[in-house]
């Protein structure tokens, strides 16, 4: 389970770096020479490089995944089959339990009676004991199994939108510098066309 969340950790840690070089490269020279208008072609290229990540990481991420699901299943079915031990164990105490009243059976009828009791209550509470704790077992396994889908689900949403922060972030400065040599040379020419 370790190995398995440590190599979901560094592929993920490897795609993501693979994206951000190859989106930053397109970033830098995208912008140059557009002026005001909205860049298009770069904002499909991200849109393709965002796209090949998510196959990428889909690609990657459901072996690794499907394992651990499989190996929570296969722990369910160890504690599964632990419960129908203590079950068949609970059937055979009764089994020993019924044997010592039969022989006891020459004794009075009050105690026949009475132990006949204390068996079926004792049969009663083990069988209840086992399936509370069979319905536990399944209502654990099912919340760890949600948790870890919705855990492995964040991870994957908050690598995406650490990756667009920092392409957008990106843009934001290469359009800002290409503004500021615009404005400042569109300054100076209204400067020397007054003359000032």
Excluded: C
């Amino acid at each position: 389970m370790m190995f398995v969340m440590k190599t979901l950790k560094y592929k993920l840690q490897l795609f993501s770096v693979a994206l951000l070089v190859s989106v930053s490269a397109m970033a830098s020279s995208g912008s140059a020479g557009h002026g005001a208008e909205i860049p298009w072609a770069v904002i499909k290229a991200q849109a393709i490089n965002l796209g090949l990540l998510l196959a990428i990481l889909i690609y990657f991420i459901r072996k690794p995944l499907a394992l651990m699901f499989e190996q929570k299943k296969n722990d369910y079915i160890v504690n599964a089959n632990k419960t129908a031990e203590a079950l068949k164990l609970a059937e055979s105490d009764l089994a020993e339990i019924k044997k010592k009243i039969t022989d006891v059976e020459s004794t009075k009828k009050q105690v026949l009676l009475s132990a006949e009791k204390e068996a079926q209550q004792l049969f009663e509470k083990i069988q209840q004991d086992a399936k509370e704790q069979a319905k536990k077992i399944e209502l654990d396994t099912a919340m760890v199994i949600a948790a870890e889908h919705h855990t492995a689900v964040n991870e994957l949403k908050n690598k995406i939108i650490e990756g667009s922060i920092h392409v957008a972030a990106a843009d934001v400065k290469q359009n800002a510098a290409v503004i500021t040599k615009k404005s400042e040379k569109g300054f100076v020419e209204e400067v020397e066309r007054f003359g000032i």
